[in-house]
């Protein structure tokens, strides 16, 4: 089974997101995985121990910083790591999706995998865009996925613990949520190891596709209104909010 | 080319979700001002969706459309964009309209923004991306263009009247599709239901591990209160799905929401905002949940935590 993972390096959310002109100052911020990847890579991997296969990840490399990202995947249990040498901080999921789906096309991929949203989805996730371009049927939201012989039996949700199961024929692109178990731990060691001894395999990006988005603005939200802060030490604030709660007959 | 704006609504067990109403509302003051109409499209078998305040509603009546399928609701609401040519295609950013909108937009080639939480008359389109730290202002090129709406961003009682659909059956053809409802997914009964507690305490990313969810538990018990959490320490497997807040999770409006460790994506917001009192506790002060939220601190949450302990 060829399972491909399709990951986003997005700007970390950590910190202050400096702006430059209409967009976020991308040479200012740090760059980290997209969370829901974690959970992706980790399906992936689930799926794998459970059927037999290679688990492929693949990523555009937005700022020169995602050979990172591919050894911890490596450390987790992927077999392969391929980076897109897209040097764009400003790519968008439009673009990345076409790079994404034209390296894709050559991995005769029977499942890809990609998290179900980044924060920096302002144009759609690459997701259901790798399928559109791939011509595989796409489902998210999923929160467990079983493979059986030429399909695949995934778990969709909805909100508040509803859901639904839905069959799906092979091969398809997945937008997962949550992986069916917690992403495991790689240790540093071991991260440490496969960065010394892997080959990440190089590709040129291929192909065009923008999001039609003209910027006119980024800033941080407006807001109406702003909470009152209590300041001092952590045991004054305790008490202010005790005093708060019982004030109210909360407490 | 029109200048009609299309809903994609949604619905579960025969009602339609509010987000469907609240588009609906906002698709009829933009149809007015660009001189169009707006148009629900609804999608089901044997669903009545005549409760609408649209100019008009589109029905599309399928045994394989009865259950949400991203495939044939894709196929479908593909077909009838490209025979309608609307100015504007909205979904909801939901559980269902995330699998279809950038689909489409890719598919047809056609711009799309995501995490809208407003749309200008010129169809400037405000997305609250980076986990709700950022506002940025986006205009679609061309003459279609694609949103997808977050929950909650306009009122539901616009988008409500009494248009009585017009029911068609599919433009396309749907056998074979690859995609096959199976079966609904019910909650796990047996825990506490978050939505009937009047005091949660409510943890996030902030609180660093399993093991300090104990010190939560504590506090929550000296409150009288119960743990939630938001999506993150879920999917780390740190507390059960039956306790999370928000977008994916579950809506709640207790007396009081205390919060630790949440910065309030827009997703958590979904889910909580209406509770009476809510009090963030929080390291990062540029959080969005201190926009939300009555009280706020950024002392660090165990200290705090620990401290209120010994007071009450």
């Known amino acids: ?251 | 080319m029109s200048n009609d704006i299309f809903v994609i609504t949604e619905h579960m067990d025969e009602k339609f979700s509010d987000v469907s109403f609240e588009m609906v509302g906002k698709a009829k003051e933009l149809a007015s001002a660009l001189g169009g109409q707006a148009v629900a499209v609804a999608l089901g078998s044997g669903l009545s969706a005549n409760g609408f305040a649209s100019d008009s509603t589109i029905y599309v009546d399928g045994a394989n459309l009865a259950q949400f399928n991203p495939e044939a609701y894709g196929k479908v609401i593909e077909a009838l964009v490209k025979e309608k040519s609307p100015r504007l295609v909205m979904f909801g950013w939901t559980a269902t309209g995330m699998d279809l909108a950038a689909w489409l937009s890719a598919r047809l080639g056609k711009p799309c923004a995501a995490y809208v939480k407003n749309i200008g008359a010129d169809l400037t389109m405000t997305c609250q991306i980076y986990g709700g730290k950022m506002s940025a202002d986006v205009s679609p090129d061309g003459d279609m263009a694609i949103a997808a709406v977050l929950a909650g961003s306009f009122p539901v009682e616009a988008g409500q009247g009494s248009t009585a659909a017009t029911q068609i059956e599919s433009p396309v053809a749907l056998d074979g599709l690859k995609i096959k409802f199976v079966e609904a997914i019910k909650p796990a009964a047996g825990d506490v239901d978050i939505t009937a507690q009047t005091k949660l305490v409510s943890i996030g990313r902030g609180i660093g591990s399993k093991d300090n969810v104990e010190l939560a538990e504590e506090l929550a018990k000296k409150l009288g209160a119960t743990v939630s959490s938001s999506r993150p320490v879920v999917d780390a497997g740190w507390m059960p799905r039956t306790r999370q807040v928000g977008k994916s999770g579950l809506k709640v409006k207790p007396k009081l929401y205390l919060m630790l460790g949440i910065s309030g994506a827009p997703e958590h917001l979904e889910g909580m905002k209406g509770a009476e009192l809510i009090i963030a506790i929080n390291t990062d002060k540029k959080a969005p949940i201190f926009n939300v939220a009555h009280y706020g601190s950024t002392a660090d949450l165990f200290e705090v935590a620990e401290a209120m302990l010994e007071l009450l």
């Open chain 1, 1 to 251: 089974m060829n399972i491909v993972v399709a990951i986003k390096h997005i700007p970390s959310i950590a910190d202050d997101l400096p702006v430059k002109g209409n967009n976020v100052d991308f040479d200012s911020v740090d760059f980290v995985l997209n969370e829901f990847d974690e959970q992706s890579i980790e399906q992936a991997v689930l799926v794998k121990e459970a059927v037999g296969g290679t688990v492929t990840v693949v990523g555009v490399d937005m700022i020169g910083e995602l050979d990172a990202v591919l050894h911890l995947a490596l450390a987790k249990g992927a077999d392969k790591a391929v980076k897109i040498t897209g040097d764009d901080p400003a790519a968008d999921s439009h673009q990345q999706a076409k790079w994404l789906a034209e390296a894709i096309k050559g991995m005769s991929a029977d499942i890809v995998f990609a998290g179900v949203q980044a924060s920096n989805d302002l144009d759609g996730q690459i997701g259901p865009m790798i399928a559109a371009h791939l011509d595989m049927p796409y489902i998210g939201g999923v929160s467990s996925v079983e493979v059986a012989g030429d399909s695949a039996m995934v778990n969709k949700e909805f909100a508040g613990g509803v859901g639904a199961k839905y069959s799906v024929s092979l091969p398809m692109v997945v937008g997962v949520q949550a992986a069916s178990k917690p992403p495991r731990y790689a240790p540093i060691s071991k991260v440490r190891q496969v960065a010394q001894t892997a080959t990440i395999e190089k590709i040129a990006p291929s192909g065009e596709a923008g999001a039609g988005l003209t910027f006119k603005k980024m800033a941080p939200p407006v807001v109406t209104g702003h909470a009152e802060m209590f300041t001092g030490s952590s045991k004054e604030v305790a008490a202010k909010i005790v005093e708060l709660l019982k004030s109210k007959g909360l407490a």
